[in-house]
């Protein structure tokens, strides 16, 4: 790893590291008696062993002059690696806590483990561990290959990964200690904050840089939503977070806004990451795997224009639809529900798009488990898309808010959509960067896949089951005009549910081990001695125009 | 540009662009996206002319229709309240002697506060009032406070050693943990309760420890358990000769009570509550014990 760097690219890093560890241990000293001096131990204690990595590589030999013809892959490869542990982790933690919902000893009496911490820890290594880094791993291998541009230098892509990839430990470190913002989807405190925002600019630099350099003519669509995603999540992440810290020493904070702002900068939050790193960047992903995989071309560049403005212009008014009939003043209940409605339309197109595309490739798709993850993928898509829209209806969402059919929406969501897109689309990218003929097992994907389906559909029907009762119980009327039921009465409905809901998530994360172990042992395996086509890491002749790639900076 | 290229299974023209092998096709925009784009914005304009809509700076559009959230949901508790007016002034003027005869009183409150119970109470008590270890059954047993209507309702308002200016005091005292006792009393005595609902226990091998617990008794319990032990409401001290208990009534949880003390809370309903609802909770308690087998 060490050796694709250059002299320059280890000075510098053992600089970063040095300054980081420095930081580390500043916040261990101002933090004595409070959980930001342990992260600045965490933080100290990951730094000095990468320091001292990069010194024990730091005399090999420099990487030579061809490496500028080719892509750079190790930090995608990585970023996979690195995705697949926070699935499975992610998802045992997730499913954990929905048998904490069957069996409330299941904390076994310890704080760390009671259900209000270790649900943000699940939700933030399913999301931010195993979709950021999937996302950013399979990004540069997009950027790279559809802009004919190797990564402008092969530091900051590592930068990026390492960085990203602190800030997920420290944000569910943070919540195990009782860390939190209790903001959903941004609870990592001020300093999380501050070096997630270091690290996303990186990030987008090395987009532009890389797009800057291209060779192509024209920017394809998979990286106008990879760029969709990273300039808007960070708009978001700063806007939400803008928060005064108690002390230097303190992780408590205080945001700037309060009371019924507050809750409309988070929901607006809220529902563009949904859109921004839940959509956009998964649909990135989609338009590269899926055409390459069907080996057919994007049914309409013109519905992929059209989607991708309907979707990045739409989305920015509908987080309202999460505050109906709250303090928040009608009229902005009213615009989030109507532009949810028009919402739908762009995002059909989409995924009408990816389907589209694969028509004259269905065979492929009976044949073929990783084609069929992305198929199904934009199924999941366009449901939840319709069954989003429908619950932003004012008089639809006064049933649905607050039960258990939210989770079940976004569980259609974050298994049916973006987990079986980014599983497929990983599924396709681990022989090619590791240039193996295929994976280990054809047989392990095709279980993969089934597990992870009938996962999902467990998983899904039963929230919608216990939403709707759930809903139906807390607004029935006895003939005394009073509630015919107590919260506890619907608890007890729910029991079923909940079993049936966590056995869903349990086949889920059987799923995910079943793939880690696959794509673990198609690394071990010894490489095909002749790799085709889109498998190098060398730039397929263009039909048009030379096929060079053009070098790093 | 180059030659037109078309893709053999669609018929259809690509843009000429490729990327690593991909292309798209020039395929039109299939109608029904443009027609569902009009429909949902066209919906979309008429609830806005409808409905509270756009900003204004510092106003906002209102809607034809003049709705707005905070008089609907005005409006409907109003309504529901006018509703419920018609068993809820009865309830609230009658005596509580009166109302268990009330055949449609009772309904009421058994419907109404069995949902009051279960949002506020059962979390202690248990959804169905029995209680568990630390939190009085209220279905069975001797009262600690009373169990005449205004008694239970009192301890509803105030509370146990909450934080209600007028809150009831319970205070069983740390007899070991503060030294008041040695140990060896500490484990007669506790062998002299369990006798006092058990007396099997005061002639089994035992029989010398409940002699001697009786003296320890008589000497460090009377004043608040009373002479016989059967409790005394003024201190909110239990009956001990019954089998009904708080925290458990085999020789380890009394010696644990004995040790350390115990200072129950039960929290004040004065300020959450409305005097109808804890009225309601009062008759639904006591209508409970009433049905209890």
Redesign the interface.
């Known amino acids: 790893m060490i050796s694709t760097l250059t002299k320059g690219e280890r000075e510098l890093a053992i600089v970063i590291l040095g300054i980081l560890a420095c930081v580390g241990l500043a916040m261990a000293a101002a933090g004595r008696a409070d959980p930001l001096g342990a992260h600045g131990w965490l933080i100290i204690a990951l730094c000095v062993p990468m320091i001292f990595f990069v010194i024990a590589g730091y005399y090999t030999p420099q990487p030579a002059e061809e490496r500028l013809s080719q892509y750079y892959d190790d930090p995608s490869k990585a970023g996979i690696i690195a995705a697949m542990v926070w699935v499975v982790f992610g998802l045992f933690v997730g499913d954990w806590v929905a048998w904490q919902l069957v069996y409330p000893d299941l904390t076994f009496d310890a704080a760390w483990s009671s259900f209000g911490r270790i649900r943000p820890v699940h939700t933030t290594s399913v999301i931010f561990g195993f979709g950021g880094n999937a996302l950013i791993a399979t990004s540069l291998h997009v950027l790279q290959?559809?802009s004919?541009a190797r990564l402008p230098d092969q530091l900051s892509p590592w930068f990026v990964l390492v960085g990203y990839n602190l800030f997920c430990l420290i944000a569910v470190t943070g919540y195990l200690m009782g860390v939190t913002q209790s903001k959903e989807y941004a609870e990592p405190e001020w300093y999380a904050d501050i070096w997630l925002v270091i690290v996303w600019v990186v990030y987008f630099l090395i987009y532009l840089r890389t797009l800057a350099r291209r060779k192509?003519?024209?920017i394809?669509?998979a990286n106008w939503y990879y760029m969709a995603f990273i300039l808007v999540v960070a708009v978001l992440h700063i806007v939400n977070n803008i928060a005064v810290p108690v002390s230097f020493g303190h992780a408590k904070s205080y945001s700037l806004f309060s009371g019924v702002q507050d809750a409309m900068t988070q929901w607006w939050y809220g529902h563009n990451a949904v859109a921004f790193f839940l959509t956009s960047g998964f649909l990135g992903m989609m338009y590269?795997y899926l055409?390459?995989r069907a080996g057919?071309?994007?049914?309409?560049?013109?519905?992929?224009i059209?989607s991708f403005w309907?979707i990045t212009f739409m989305y920015m008014w509908v987080g309202s639809h999460h505050l109906h009939?709250t303090a928040l003043?009608?009229?902005v209940?009213?615009?989030g529900?109507?532009?949810s409605?028009?919402l739908?339309?762009p995002s059909?197109?989409s995924a009408?798009n990816a389907l589209l595309t694969l028509?004259?490739a269905w065979h492929k798709v009976r044949d073929d488990a990783t084609l069929r993850f992305m198929m199904v993928a934009a199924v999941f898509y366009g449901l939840t898309t319709f069954e989003g829209s429908f619950m932003a209806i004012r008089p639809v969402n006064a049933l649905s808010h607050y039960t258990d059919w939210t989770i079940g929406h976004v569980h259609a969501g974050a298994l049916g959509w973006v987990a079986l897109i980014t599983f497929g689309s990983i599924y396709a990218v681990v022989p090619w960067l590791w240039k193996r003929e295929a994976m280990y097992s054809g047989r392990l994907v095709e279980l993969h896949f089934w597990l992870a389906l009938s996962g999902t559909i467990i998983y899904v029907f039963a929230m919608w089951n216990s939403g709707i009762i759930q809903g139906l119980m807390w607004r029935t009327y006895?003939?005394?005009?009073?509630?015919?039921?107590?919260?506890?009465?619907s608890l007890v409905a729910m029991h079923p549910y909940y079993i049936a809901r966590a056995t869903g998530g349990l086949l889920f994360f059987l799923g995910a081990v079943v793939g880690f172990y696959n794509i673990w042992m198609t690394i071990r395996t010894a490489p095909a001695a002749q790799v085709s086509?889109?498998r190098t890491d060398i730039?397929?002749p263009?039909?048009?125009g030379t096929p060079a790639l053009q070098p790093g900076e | 540009m180059a030659i037109e290229e078309r893709d053999p299974h669609t018929g259809h023209a690509t843009t000429g662009h490729e990327w690593n092998g991909i292309k798209e096709l020039n395929t039109p925009v299939p109608r029904p996206v443009y027609f569902f784009l009009a429909t949902t914005f066209l919906f979309s304009l008429f609830y806005w002319v409808l409905m509270p809509a756009w900003p204004t700076g510092v106003s906002y559009t209102k809607g034809l229709l003049g709705i707005d959230q905070r008089t609907t949901v005005a409006e409907n508790l109003r309504q529901a309240a006018m509703e419920r007016a018609v068993w809820a002034t009865k309830i609230e003027a009658s005596d509580y002697s009166v109302i268990p005869a009330d055949a449609s009183l009772m309904q009421v409150v058994r419907q109404t506060g069995r949902t009051l119970f279960g949002d506020n109470c059962a979390a202690c008590h248990g959804a169905n009032a029995k209680g568990g270890p630390g939190f009085p059954n209220l279905t069975a047993g001797s009262w600690l406070w009373g169990g005449s209507p205004e008694a239970v309702a009192e301890t509803i308002r105030v509370g146990v050693n909450s934080t209600h200016g007028d809150a009831r005091v319970a205070q069983m005292p740390a007899f070991g943990k503060d030294q008041m006792l040695p140990r060896s009393d500490i484990e007669n005595v506790a062998a002299f309760v369990q006798s006092l609902s058990n007396p099997s226990i005061a002639t089994g091998p035992d029989a010398g420890k409940v002699a001697a617990g009786r003296q320890v008794f008589a000497t460090n319990c009377t004043a608040c358990h009373g002479e016989a032990g059967k409790g005394n409401i003024e201190m909110g001290a239990p009956d001990l000769t019954d089998t009904v208990w708080i925290y458990g009534g085999d020789r380890q949880s009394i010696m644990t009570t004995l040790y350390g003390g115990r200072q129950g809370h039960m929290p004040t309903w004065e300020a959450r509550l409305s005097p109808l609802d804890r009225k309601i909770l009062t008759l639904y308690i006591l209508d409970l014990r009433r049905r209890a087998p």
Do not use: C, K
């Open positions: 290959r559809t004919r192509e003519p024209h394809y669509v590269y055409p390459m057919r071309p994007i049914f309409s560049y013109r519905m992929s059209i309907g009939y003043p009608q009229w209940q009213t615009l529900m109507t532009f409605l028009m739908l339309v059909w197109a009408g028509n004259g006895n003939e005394s005009g009073t509630l015919a039921y107590s919260f506890l009465d086509d889109v730039p397929v263009a039909s048009a």
